[in-house]
């Protein structure tokens, strides 16, 4: 099994910025995707970004040019650099991380989440 830790929310005014990490641990594992997505009440857990083993990033329409998604094969880790902070960037934000081992099929793993607030 892989296991997750999150780090990096809290509350800031809008226009402010907040980084975000997410750290991998386990036994003999290999990272495919990595990703961040958010969840607000009462709506449903969206992507955020994500980014490839090869590097490739992709970015929901309403967070491109704001965020920026970045990871570090050595650490098994993901951030989630975000700028320019909207009230509606407020939500739980979730790590998701591809991962498999050399006898495995591809699976999962799931983030406990970290709160992000934008609010004055």
């Known amino acids: 099994q892989v296991q997750l830790v999150e780090s990096g929310g809290g509350w800031v005014q809008p226009g402010g910025s907040l980084r975000l990490s997410c750290i991998a641990s386990g036994t003999e594992f290999i990272v495919a995707d990595m990703g961040w997505y958010r969840q607000a009440p009462g709506t449903d857990r969206d992507l955020v970004a994500v980014v490839s083993s090869g590097g490739s990033t992709t970015y929901a329409d309403s967070v491109k040019g704001r965020f920026t998604i970045s990871r570090d094969a050595a650490r098994n880790a993901v951030y989630l650099q975000m700028n320019r902070l909207k009230p509606e960037d407020t939500a739980i934000y979730y790590c998701?991380?591809?991962?498999?081992?050399?006898?495995?099929?591809?699976?999962?793993?799931w983030g406990q989440g970290t709160q992000v607030i934008v609010s004055s």
């Open positions: 998701n991380v591809g991962w498999r081992t050399i006898i495995s099929k591809i699976t999962d793993s």
